[in-house]
């Protein structure tokens, strides 16, 4: 069976510092990899997508990049964080014909 | 530009009710639409889908009713537990990349 595996489960960093959370997928192969984030009082917002390695698509333009070292591994990073980089990071995969999505746990954010 | 929009933000109702939640969409290259529930500190779990050649699906407690020319689909749940307290994301896909989601309903369910 399929599982998806995020961490930290949660965070806390000062503003400037550096950023690097971690998603891998097991049990597929090739599979579609998304960044979302939930910040309070919004929905979720699609950060990032990729379709294979190295293939990354963003949605939103802001100061967090998104790499796909290996086919099943995903990475939200960030150079210098923002307070308003502050938010729930949601790693989720699907396969390539398929719609629906399997999120894992999620991230907790804080930017102090 | 929120094409996905939950008009709602939270949803009280009793237990053994109907929990009736509601989305809006504008994009009409939308084909197939999805919810999705969250407890909190968790990512949220797919619930029940539809694909736009259908006005409803069924699953169990859980209905999903599309309105095409409204732009429209809800989530009915019943009856409704306590159990089912959570936040329902709405979604919809023009494809087979990108999610799109709305900003959630909480629902609380009364003991």
């Known amino acids: 069976s399929q599982t998806i595996h995020q961490w930290p489960a949660t965070l806390v960093q000062p503003v400037g510092s550096p950023l690097s959370l971690e998603c891998t997928v097991e049990?597929?192969?090739?599979?579609?990899l998304y960044w979302y984030r939930q910040a309070a009082g919004r929905g979720l917002q699609l950060l990032f997508y990729?379709?294979?390695?190295?293939?990354i698509s963003s949605e939103v333009p802001q100061n967090l990049s998104a790499s796909r070292p290996q086919d099943r591994q995903f990475i939200l990073s960030s150079k210098k964080l923002l307070l308003s980089d502050s938010g729930f990071y949601l790693c989720?995969?699907?396969?390539?014909?398929?719609?629906?999505?399997?999120f894992g746990s999620g991230t907790r954010l804080t930017v102090v | 530009d929120q094409q996905v929009k939950q008009n709602s933000p939270s949803l009280s109702v009793q237990e053994g009710r109907i929990s009736i939640l509601n989305c809006d969409y504008t994009?009409?290259?939308?084909?197939?639409f999805l919810w999705y529930k969250k407890y909190p500190a968790e990512g949220p779990t797919f619930l029940i889908s539809?694909?736009?050649?259908?006005d409803k699906n069924e699953d169990g407690r859980f209905t999903v009713f599309l309105n095409k020319s409204a732009k429209h689909l809800s989530l009915h749940i019943v009856p409704s537990q306590p159990g089912d307290s959570a936040v329902y994301f709405c979604?919809?896909?023009?494809?087979?990349?990108?999610?799109?989601f709305g900003t959630g309903t909480r629902l609380t369910v009364i003991p």
């Open positions: 989720a995969w699907s396969r390539q014909v398929d719609y629906g999505y399997t």
């Open positions: 049990g597929t192969s090739n599979p579609n």
């Open positions: 990729s379709v294979g390695i190295g293939q």
């Open positions: 994009n009409s290259m939308f084909d197939y």
């Open positions: 539809i694909s736009s050649i259908k």
């Open positions: 979604a919809a896909s023009a494809g087979a990349n990108n999610l799109f």
